[in-house]
């Protein structure tokens, strides 16, 4: 049972480029988001989708695009990487209904220079 | 900006001992999740506490809510060297989406 799969795991890249970060879950979650970490921090949404074809901004969206075209994969998109977008993605998955754990996949180690 | 602090930061216990942990949050909630994340990897789910329990347990972990002074502790019993990660309290506010707001973690060390 893969759980939720994210790559690459980890990528350096440079002031301007543009990138996907790939997620894929396969537990038929419907609940699906991303989000970063930064050192000594804790987690800060970007982006979530409440179901395929839906979804909204989170505390940090700014720089990032997602799509939900399946309910399987989330990727998420760097538009023109910046050097404050270094940091750990993660990104989770959760089934629908009230009190539901959420399930984090090992996460992408970004660097941009 | 982050729901959840906690309390404390780092934490270095000797194997045997308990552990505690404390989260403070803001805002009134559905229900508080606790969970762990080893060095290099992603969290994982230990324990969710709705807002209407006041105490839940699991193996080890003593998870207590007081939604009246908004705040939650983790309690490790028996640590071991392998209970070594940051701990992150987490809050559902019943926000879009379900979401969840996580405190910034506690880095707890168990000396073997």
């Known amino acids: 049972n893969a759980g939720v799969t994210q790559t690459p795991k980890f990528q350096v890249l440079k002031t301007g480029q543009s990138m996907t970060l790939q997620c894929a879950q396969d537990m038929n979650h419907e609940y699906m988001s991303w989000y970063r970490q930064d050192p000594g921090m804790g987690l800060r949404l970007i982006h979530y989708?409440?179901?395929?074809?839906?979804?909204d901004q989170g505390e940090v969206p700014n720089g990032y695009n997602v799509s939900r075209s399946t309910t399987e994969d989330f990727p998420l998109r760097l538009l023109s990487a910046a050097p404050s977008q270094t940091s750990v993605y993660f990104c989770?998955?959760?089934?629908?209904?009230?009190?539901?754990?959420?399930?984090f996949g090992d996460g992408t180690r970004l660097s941009i220079l | 900006s982050q729901q959840g602090e906690e309390d404390p930061q780092a934490l270095s216990i000797q194997e045997g001992e308990n552990a505690t942990m404390n989260c403070s949050y803001k805002t009134s909630i559905n229900n508080l999740q606790w969970y762990r994340q080893n060095s290099g990897r992603g969290l994982v789910h230990l324990i969710l506490i709705r807002s209407n329990e006041r105490e839940k347990h699991s193996g080890r972990l003593r998870v207590t809510l007081d939604t009246s002074k908004k705040s939650s502790s983790l309690l490790i019993t028996a640590s071991r060297a392998a209970d070594t990660a940051s701990y992150f309290c987490a809050t559902d506010a019943n926000n879009a989406g379900n979401m969840l707001t996580f405190g910034g973690g506690t880095r707890l060390m168990v000396k073997p």
């Open positions: 989708s409440v179901g395929a074809g839906i979804t």
């Open positions: 989770a998955s959760r089934s629908t209904g009230g009190s539901q754990p959420q399930h």
